[in-house]
């Protein structure tokens, strides 16, 4: 595994004259990250870092870890309305889409693609009110298609027979407008826009992972707009213990959530048994970066890494008035020095 110093391991020294103590109140130091990409396999501990993160006040995260009032994106929801269509289409007897049952990957892998262009749309979109959609459901139609469209596969939606696609518009309704529902509202002046989502590959396969899988493809797939700004922090668990981890986080009735859900076992084999993202930074022609191809260009994405394969997180899934005084300063600690190497 790489080494990844200065970012990866978050040893390289703080940048000098940072300090803001003249600051106004309400301003943030030019260190703020604007976008931070959040990536690993499921269970690692993402989503709980997330919560730490939004526990903090805006000056704490800022002078800590460089960050600004958080604005979340995440694709986990897309993933559960798709398997809600699925699920539906099932029972109203219409033609697979997507999962052929709820314990299957993708049916296609390239809709893997399809969630990344959900989520850069997400991120063009910031700062503009949601639509309100009167058919919430048929707006999410129109936008998993568009994203299709443009990865060159079929659309889902608009073959399907228009009666079927209404019936199936009412079914999914609420879980359509809770997707919707929860996008950004309002972005603060200052603000950091976390983007989370996990990536990977088949068990036994090895970097670099061949398209639609792994991290090399899906980085691909942003815009240069979001790409410009974007910082990336991963976080490191094997997938042995991705596995054992998502059985123990796993709650009956909790397919929604983000900290509860179960991923599948045979997804966890099938789309999350290795994930390339430390061979790309290892294998990078600059070093603390992860090269993203764009035609004509390429980018180089800094990126830091956070070792959680020893689990510092899970006990943020607990009530915050549990959380352990200890577990909190080492996390704080750690954090520090990894943010250390990617926030300047």
Same mark, same amino acid.
């Given at each position: ?98 999962? @052929? %049952?709820?314990?299957? =990957?993708? *049916?296609? $892998?390239?809709?893997? /693609?399809?969630?990344?262009? +959900? ?83 088949? @068990? %036994?396969?090895?970097? =670099?992972? *061949?398209? $639609?899988?792994?991290? /090399?493809?899906?980085?691909? +797939? ?123």
């Amino acid at each position: 595994m790489p080494d990844a110093t200065p970012a990866g391991n978050g040893k390289s020294p703080r940048h000098p004259g940072t300090e803001c103590g003249s600051a106004r109140p309400d301003a943030y130091p030019a260190a703020v990250i604007d976008t931070l990409l959040l990536v690993a396999l499921p269970a690692s501990g993402k989503s709980e870092l997330r919560r730490y993160l939004e526990s903090l006040s805006d000056d704490e995260r800022s002078e800590a870890f460089g960050l600004g009032p958080l604005v979340q994106l995440d694709d986990f929801p897309y993933v559960h309305f798709m398997r809600r269509v699925s699920q539906e289409l099932r029972c109203l007897g219409g033609p697979p889409r997507f999962f @052929d %049952g709820d314990d299957r =990957p993708f *049916r296609d $892998p390239d809709d893997w /693609g399809t969630l990344t262009l +959900l989520l850069d749309e997400d991120f063009r979109n910031l700062g503009q009110e949601p639509p309100h959609a009167v058919h919430p459901a048929r707006l999410l139609f129109e936008r998993i298609d568009r994203a299709r469209r443009n990865l060159g596969i079929d659309p889902a939606f608009a073959t399907l027979d228009a009666d079927l696609v209404e019936r199936l518009a009412r079914a999914v309704a609420a879980d359509a407008a809770d997707v919707i529902g929860g996008l950004p509202r309002q972005v603060p002046e200052g603000r950091t826009v976390v983007v989370e989502f996990a990536r990977g590959g088949p @068990d %036994g396969a090895t970097p =670099p992972l *061949r398209p $639609p899988y792994g991290y /090399g493809y899906a980085l691909s +797939l942003f815009s240069d707009r979001l790409l410009e700004t974007a910082r990336a922090l991963y976080v490191w668990v094997t997938p042995e213990e991705s596995r054992r981890r998502n059985r123990e986080r796993t709650r009956p009735g909790e397919e929604g959530s983000i900290l509860f859900h179960g991923v599948p076992d045979e997804v966890m084999r099938a789309d999350y048994g290795t994930d390339d993202f430390l061979w790309l930074l290892e294998h990078s022609d600059l070093p603390g970066t992860v090269p993203v191809e764009h035609p004509g260009h390429r980018h180089h994405l800094r990126a830091a890494v956070f070792d959680n394969r020893e689990d510092h997180t899970s006990f943020l899934r607990e009530d915050p008035e549990r959380w352990p005084e200890d577990a909190l300063a080492a996390l704080r600690r750690e954090l520090e020095e990894v943010f250390a190497g990617i926030r300047h």
